[in-house]
């Protein structure tokens, strides 16, 4: 069974410009879930989609959004790119039925924003 | 609020030693899940284990043992016998079951520790 896979691997921005990555869960995964990891902040959450519903949202601006298709895939997109959103963005899937599953991640996209 | 606390940022051990990393969390709800993820040089974070709240039993895989004390909020996580393999960072981190819960995946994550285990 194929892991979690998400593209491209490494984006180089600059400020002001908009950004969109992409996540493919593990088949039969319908839980996709964004994290944003920094050295100085550690691992937070973004948002979470479900059947292509967002169903939790953490604590960032409206500059980040995401999507889900029909197919599980997720989108994530940033606008207006600030030197600060320079991160490792990590997506997550789970089969999405109960609490507290186990997350299986990707590798993550090392964003850096010049 | 709920916080999750890495106190050691980084360990450095020689091949076969044993190494404790410790979690510290702090949460008001009775009703919470603690997680333990490892993260190789490779990105992508790998589940270890999951306890609930109202399971304190220690639990051993292998060379890995973990230790949840509700007394002192610790879910403290041994590792005997360390390999170079075992190098990586490893996070703590917590869910909460309450009321407001829902249906969550918001995992409130310590900081880290980065361990280097050398030959």
């Known amino acids: 069974k194929a892991g979690v896979t998400q593209t491209p691997r490494y984006l180089i921005k600059t400020r002001g410009q908009q950004v969109t990555l992409s996540c493919s869960p593990i088949?039969?995964?319908?839980?996709v879930s964004w994290y944003q990891q920094t050295p100085g902040q550690g691992l937070q959450f973004l948002f979470e989609?479900?059947?292509?519903?967002?169903?939790n949202k953490g604590n960032f601006p409206g500059r980040f959004s995401g999507r889900q298709f029909s197919n599980s895939r997720s989108e994530m997109n940033v606008s207006t790119l600030e030197l600060g959103d320079s991160a490792l963005y990590l997506c997550?899937?789970?089969?999405?039925?109960?609490?507290?599953?186990?997350?299986?991640f990707g590798s993550g996209t090392q964003l850096s924003v010049l | 609020a709920q916080k999750v606390t890495q106190a050691q940022t980084e360990i450095s051990v020689v091949e076969k030693e044993d190494v404790t990393l410790d979690c510290v969390y702090e949460?008001?709800?009775?009703?919470?899940?603690l997680f333990w993820y490892k993260q190789p040089p490779s990105g992508e974070l790998v589940f270890l284990i999951r306890?609930?709240?109202?399971d304190e039993q220690n639990e051993i895989s292998g060379r890995y043992s973990w230790n949840f004390q509700k007394s002192t909020s610790s879910f403290n996580f041994t590792i005997t016998a360390s390999q170079v393999v075992d190098s990586a960072v490893y996070f703590c981190?917590?869910?909460?079951?309450?009321?407001?819960?829902?249906?969550?995946?918001?995992?409130?994550w310590g900081l880290g520790t980065s361990l280097a285990v050398n030959p």
């Open positions: 997550a899937s789970s089969p999405g039925q109960a609490n507290n599953e186990k997350l299986f």
């Open positions: 088949s039969g995964h319908r839980s």
């Open positions: 989609y479900f059947s292509e519903t967002q169903r």
């Open positions: 949460t008001r709800d009775t009703t919470y899940y």
């Open positions: 306890r609930n709240s109202f």
């Open positions: 981190a917590l869910s909460e079951m309450g009321f407001n819960a829902g249906n969550n995946r918001k995992l409130i």
